[in-house]
């Protein structure tokens, strides 16, 4: 059973500053792998989507790395926002999406 | 087309009743999620369907759930006998696959939610 986990499940930064979010799964048989933002009470909004085949995704401030062999992606947010506050989702697709319990990003002005 | 739409998007019942929600997918799209989500975790998988045809279903899944996508379109969730434990945002996505000639990523979208808070 795939597992799905992120880390550090919170965190705070000041503003402008560059941070990593980290995601790690046990079964590296994945058709891809999408990061999500989730604002309270919203939905999911897609942020970047890697297909197994790649390595990397850039979308403005942020980048997404997959490392298929060792299991871990990484999403890079550069130059920190107080509106990039919110909880990031990382999911990978085997036949549907397997979530992580997300990390709670703060960004303080 | 404006992307996944979901109705009701809050639902408060009393113990015991019946609950159905709603979901339109984005138009072209060939799959239909449902997760449920509860606070402070990730979304979990419920059941999907490609087209009309439900393909698997998790076994979070109980017998008072049931789900249906009759003409490959929208699609309908309904909780029967409601419980406390079902309190919790009801999430639906599209995706399109399997196309040949178009490029599919199986980019997951998601509706903004249904709320189920059971007295």
């Given at each position: 059973?795939?597992?799905?986990?992120?880390?550090?499940?919170a965190?705070?930064?000041?503003?402008?500053?560059?941070?990593?979010?980290?995601?790690?799964?046990?079964?590296?048989?994945?058709?891809?792998l999408?990061?999500?933002?989730?604002?309270?009470?919203?939905?999911?909004t897609?942020?970047?989507?890697?297909?197994?085949?790649?390595?990397?995704?850039?979308?403005?401030?942020?980048n997404?790395s997959?490392?298929?062999?060792?299991?871990?992606?990484?999403?890079?947010?550069?130059?920190?926002?107080p509106?990039?506050?919110?909880?990031?989702?990382?999911a990978?697709?085997?036949?549907?999406?397997?979530?992580?319990?997300g990390?709670?990003?703060?960004?303080?002005? | 087309?404006?992307?996944?739409?979901?109705?009701?998007?809050h639902?408060?019942?009393?113990?015991?009743?019946?609950v159905?929600?709603?979901?339109?997918?984005?138009s072209?799209?060939?799959?239909?999620?449902?997760?449920?989500?509860?606070?402070?975790?990730?979304?979990?998988?419920?059941?999907?369907?490609?087209?009309?045809?439900?393909?698997?279903k998790?076994?979070?899944?109980?017998?008072?759930?049931?789900?249906?996508?009759?003409?490959?379109?929208?699609?309908?969730?309904?909780i029967?006998?409601?419980?406390?434990?079902?309190s919790?945002?009801?999430l639906c996505?599209s995706?399109?696959?399997?196309?040949?000639?178009?490029?599919?990523?199986?980019e997951?979208?998601?509706?903004?939610?249904?709320?189920?808070?059971?007295?």
């Amino acid at each position: 059973k795939q597992e799905v986990t992120q880390i550090p499940a919170a965190l705070s930064v000041p503003e402008g500053e560059n941070l990593v979010l980290n995601c790690s799964f046990t079964d590296s048989a994945i058709y891809n792998l999408q990061w999500f933002r989730q604002d309270p009470g919203k939905g999911l909004t897609s942020l970047l989507l890697i297909q197994s085949s790649q390595r990397e995704q850039t979308s403005g401030r942020l980048n997404a790395s997959l490392d298929k062999s060792s299991g871990r992606s990484t999403l890079y947010i550069a130059a920190s926002q107080p509106g990039d506050s919110a909880t990031y989702l990382c999911a990978v697709s085997n036949r549907q999406l397997t979530f992580g319990s997300g990390t709670q990003l703060t960004v303080l002005p | 087309d404006t992307g996944v739409s979901q109705n009701p998007r809050h639902k408060i019942t009393k113990r015991g009743q019946n609950v159905t929600f709603r979901c339109d997918p984005i138009s072209e799209h060939n799959r239909l999620y449902w997760y449920r989500q509860t606070l402070g975790q990730g979304p979990e998988f419920l059941t999907y369907f490609q087209n009309e045809a439900q393909l698997e279903k998790s076994r979070l899944l109980s017998d008072r759930f049931s789900a249906e996508r009759p003409k490959g379109s929208f699609s309908t969730l309904e909780i029967q006998r409601t419980e406390q434990g079902d309190s919790a945002m009801y999430l639906c996505a599209s995706s399109l696959v399997g196309l040949a000639g178009v490029v599919n990523t199986g980019e997951l979208f998601f509706g903004e939610g249904s709320r189920l808070t059971v007295l």
